[in-house]
């Protein structure tokens, strides 16, 4: 992430996501962190594979990890999707996704490595575009991109929140989508 990104505001929110001010990016993800509003975007080719990606190493919060397809904070007052749409665009190159907010995953992680931390009211929405989509990963926000099968996934992060290799979002980002059944035949009941 630049430093024009780290000074770039963000929204906080009240527990149950009500709007209650701003803050920098900087200053929501240090010390014990500040609730603020995020999103996970997931991306799917169909009913099996979701695309991650590995995070660049320069990212201030869990470089080097392996997450969702794309993540992010809307400026304040920003719409959620509009903002999505947007990352999708600065980090995949990706155009606009059709993308459905299917609930929310409330988080808190510490990144030991950069001393970083977040605390996120994190809105979790679903596309599904096609396994050739044309990307252009921005390096300075992705060192790579894999299609992998959402089983696969699962079993990897199963009895965890994060491992070694995943961001500590992931499961339950993933969860959440699983949840609300928006991947035919592998929702949890």
């Not at 995020?38 to 997450?67: C, H, I, M, N």
């Not at 999708?88 to 808190?108: A, N, Q, S």
């Not at 079993?155 to 491992?163: I, M, P, R, V, Y």
């Amino acid at each position: 992430m630049s430093l024009m990104s780290e000074l770039d505001l963000v929204e906080l929110v009240s527990p149950d996501g009500v709007a209650i001010g701003s803050s920098t990016v900087a200053d929501a993800h240090t010390a014990d962190g500040l609730l603020h509003r995020a999103f996970s975007v997931l991306l799917f080719d169909g009913p099996e594979r979701t695309l991650l990606q590995r995070r660049a190493k320069s990212k201030t919060r869990f470089p080097l990890k392996w997450a969702n397809a794309c993540c992010g904070h809307p400026v304040p007052g920003e719409p959620v999707i509009d903002a999505a749409n947007r990352r999708l665009f600065e980090e995949l190159g990706v155009r606009e996704v059709d993308l459905v907010e299917v609930g929310v995953y409330p988080y808190h992680a510490e990144d030991r490595s950069t001393g970083r931390v977040e605390r996120e009211y994190d809105h979790v929405l679903v596309g599904r575009v096609p396994a050739d989509v044309v990307m252009a990963p921005d390096g300075a926000e992705v060192a790579a991109t894999r299609w992998v099968a959402v089983s696969e996934l699962r079993a990897a992060l199963d009895g965890s929140e994060g491992d070694a290799d995943h961001a500590p979002w992931l499961r339950g980002v993933l969860r959440v989508a699983l949840d609300a059944g928006v991947i035919s035949g592998l929702s949890e009941q």
